[in-house]
């Protein structure tokens, strides 16, 4: 069965520095996500990707973070220049090609420590 | 604006005792609401979708829109369903298919 593929599996990264998660979708899907967990907390839904563009975002995903689909496999998601509070569990997740309703296959997410 | 709350962080059982776990949302329009769990050291995957009306792993959870709830419920708990359990909520027709997700229960089955 096709899955969601995310790496790192785990990134460590001083403060201010620029993090870049990727993720590998399951092939014919058409919505992207990236949700975090910080530790003890709820899944935060951060942003989603749709034809080549971001769909919705949160409040959460302000000007530090973006992402891109580069080459039409890859997804990925940017921290320009992290902060303590960015330490989480960051998951990717795809759905589709149904309607945006379809249930989301999660990666197994890569946790990130900021030091 | 969509809400998922899941009053449980943790439910404690023994084996074959009969496991309920908890959902209530808010939202204004037709929800779809989904069950997703986390087993250890596995990612989150679907456990099952209201639209769906089936059992799985012998768990089925009704859509009661009249106390906006969503329960998870088994009638004899084995120990492989511990896991992180968590609901979630996508809006219907008209609404963001974005999924807001609960907080999570941690299941706990003892032998």
């Known amino acids: 069965e096709p899955e969601v593929t995310q790496t790192p599996s785990h990134q460590v990264t001083q403060m201010g520095q620029e993090v870049i998660l990727r993720c590998v979708p399951i092939?014919?899907?058409?919505?992207f996500y990236w949700y975090r967990q910080i530790l003890g907390q709820k899944v935060e839904f951060l942003v989603s990707?749709?034809?080549?563009?971001?769909?919705?975002k949160s409040e959460i995903f302000d000007d530090q973070f973006s992402v891109e689909r580069p080459d039409g496999s890859n997804f990925t998601l940017k921290i320009r220049s992290t902060k303590l509070e960015d330490s989480a569990m960051y998951f990717c997740?795809?759905?589709?090609?149904?309607?945006?309703?379809?249930?989301?296959?999660f990666g197994n997410g890569t946790r990130l420590t900021v030091t | 604006a969509q809400r998922v709350t899941q009053p449980e962080k943790l439910l404690s059982v023994f084996k074959g005792a009969p496991v309920e776990l908890k959902c209530n949302y808010s939202?204004?329009?037709?929800?779809?609401l989904f069950w997703y769990v986390q087993y250890s050291r596995q990612r989150l995957q679907l456990l099952l979708r209201h639209i769906s009306r089936e059992s799985i792993k012998g768990f089925t959870a009704d859509l009661n829109k009249g106390e906006t709830s969503f329960h998870l419920k088994k009638p004899f708990a084995q120990e492989e369903d511990s896991a992180m359990y968590y609901c979630?909520?996508?809006?219907?027709?008209?609404?963001?298919?974005?999924?807001?997700f609960g907080r999570g229960t941690s299941l706990i089955v003892h032998p």
């Open positions: 997740a795809s759905s589709g090609p149904g309607a945006g309703n379809s249930p989301l296959h």
């Open positions: 979630a909520l996508s809006g219907g027709s008209g609404g963001s298919y974005i999924p807001t």
């Open positions: 939202y204004s329009g037709s929800p779809e």
């Open positions: 092939s014919n899907h058409l919505y």
């Open positions: 990707f749709y034809n080549n563009e971001i769909s919705e």
